[in-house]
């Protein structure tokens, strides 16, 4: 079985970096699964382009790179079964950059990126399946219904995705909840907040005192009494009053 043994320490070292590129920042439509402990066989989940008979299909694909790579190009498999002019009934996959257009600089991504393309254009004229090139040049209907056939049995389903850098509403809902719940925890209450009894004990007034304190009406009724000497004097002035009143009326 290959291992990462079987490959030069600085060809690890830049496959290590590549792939943990893909993982971070994969391509549009397509996933790159890891194996850290060989990186000679790389599997990645491709999936069929919108507008194609590939759409609605998740097709799983490997790379196998040899003991000499970069310097030669991997071979490409498609391990899901998928009706396409460049890709065998086995398998394998043609397309000119895994062969004579290999260039040691390409990378992974590329790689990747080459054999998606190849479902949204493919080249019957190199094909690897007769049919499928065939029927591509002569009919794409019937091309087409025969690949969307092979998708609806063989290939994954997609999964549902959401995109990237959004929230989504629930997450909001419970951040939201949870700074409410700290702003509670940490805001003293608001005076006009506290029961009469605990109002009157921190006031140092009776409910008496409270019925015959005068209010302002630009601020309502709920000002707190000051304790001391002024609300002290507030009940007096008002006996005051109210015996003016009664004398007025005698005479």
């Avoid at 996959?93 to 257009?101: E, H």
């Avoid at 054999?115 to 493919?122: H, S, T, Y």
């Avoid at 009053?241 to 005698?250: F, G, M, P, T």
Wanted: with cysteine; charged share 25%; proline share 8%.
């Amino acid at each position: 079985m290959a291992t990462n043994e079987n490959l030069p320490p600085n060809v690890i070292r830049q496959l290590a970096k590549e792939l943990k590129n893909l993982d971070e920042s994969p391509p549009e439509g397509i996933k790159v699964i890891v194996n850290d402990d060989d990186f000679t066989t790389i599997f990645a989940d491709i999936e069929g382009p919108a507008g194609t008979p590939y759409e609605n299909g998740v097709f799983r694909m490997k790379l196998l790179l040899s003991r000499d790579f970069p310097q030669s190009p991997p071979k490409g498999f498609f391990l899901t079964k998928i009706f396409h002019p460049n890709i065998a009934t086995a398998g394998e996959i043609c397309v000119n950059t895994l062969k004579k257009d290999w260039n040691p600089s390409l990378g992974l991504r590329h790689v990747l990126l080459v054999v998606r393309c190849l479902l949204i254009e493919p080249f019957p004229e190199s094909a690897l399946n007769e049919q499928a090139g065939k029927l591509l040049l002569e009919n794409y209907e019937e091309y087409a219904r025969h690949a969307r056939l092979y998708t609806g049995i063989h290939a994954l389903k997609p999964k549902n995705k959401t995109k990237s850098g959004t929230i989504s509403e629930s997450t909001t809902a419970l951040n939201v909840d949870q700074a409410n719940n700290a702003l509670s925890k940490n805001t003293p209450l608001a005076p006009a907040a506290l029961s009469t009894s605990t109002a009157n004990k921190a006031f140092g007034t009776n409910s008496q005192d409270q019925n015959a304190a005068p209010s302002d009406p630009a601020l309502g009724s709920a000002i707190p009494k000051k304790d001391g000497p002024l609300a002290a004097k507030v009940p007096v002035e008002k006996k005051k009053i109210d015996a003016r009143k009664k004398s007025l009326k005698r005479l």
